[in-house]
């Protein structure tokens, strides 16, 4: 079946443009989570969204970033006045949630948007 | 957000060697490990859970020690195929879904033929 996939793969813009990042996490997960990795570094956590449940803004770096879901599907990532330190890769998952009675937080990624802001 | 916290490595090993590296976590109310494996450019991956009784995948050997607060991860007769960075994953549940969730920042396994 298909996995996560996030769009666009690439994107470079100039400073203080906008951008925003798709994520389609794998049909019926109700879980939804963005991260964001600089070169060389680890996960660094923004965001996460569970089912109708108010997502969990705790890691969005500044009110720059905002993050939207549709539901239980398509999630978007926005950066407005992009900055150079803004420049990674941004990293979406997604697991099933609830299942079964109790939670299955298997993460499964996507390929990932790699941005760089010049 | 936790802490979770992993030697960054690298961690240089002949090829057949055995291999194993640590991830302490912070939070005692921990309740789910997991390790993900990552590749250069690439996404991570799940490697495997991490059960309280440990398990055990083919070449690769989880184990879980709550009392220290770490979790372990194994590599037995080490292939240049499992050079990587290997995160590790601690999950803390709240009756809204995962409360807690933290990655940490990898361990970089470097196989030498």
């Known amino acids: 079946g298909a996995g996560v996939s996030q769009s666009p793969s690439n994107k470079v813009t100039e400073k203080g443009k906008d951008v925003e990042l798709r994520c389609d996490p794998i049909s019926g997960h109700t879980a939804l989570y963005w991260y964001r990795q600089r070169l060389g570094q680890g996960l660094e956590f923004l965001i996460y969204?569970?089912?109708?449940?108010?997502?969990?803004k705790s890691g969005l770096p500044s009110d720059r970033f905002s993050a939207e879901r549709t539901g239980e599907s398509v999630s978007t990532l926005t950066i407005q006045r992009t900055q150079q330190e803004d420049s990674a890769v941004y990293l979406c998952?997604?697991?099933?949630?609830?299942?079964?009675?109790?939670?299955?937080?298997?993460?499964?990624f996507g390929p990932g948007t790699r941005l760089l802001v010049l | 957000r936790k802490e979770v916290e992993q030697d960054p490595g690298p961690f240089n090993v002949p090829e057949g060697a055995t291999v194993a590296f640590n991830c302490t976590y912070s939070n005692s109310a921990s309740q789910s490990f997991f390790w993900y494996r990552q590749d250069c450019r690439k996404e991570p991956k799940l490697l495997m859970s991490v059960y309280s009784s440990g398990n055990e995948d083919g070449r690769f050997t989880a184990q879980l020690n709550r009392a220290s607060q770490y979790i372990s991860l194994l590599i037995r007769d080490s292939k240049l195929s499992d050079s990587a960075t290997y995160l590790c994953?601690?999950?803390?549940?709240?009756?809204?879904?995962?409360?807690?969730?933290?990655f940490g920042k990898g361990t970089h396994l470097i196989i030498q033929p």
């Open positions: 994953v601690v999950i803390m549940y709240s009756g809204g879904g995962a409360d807690g969730l933290t």
């Open positions: 998952a997604s697991s099933p949630g609830v299942a079964g009675g109790r939670y299955q937080e298997t993460q499964y």
């Open positions: 969204f569970q089912g109708n449940s108010a997502p969990d």
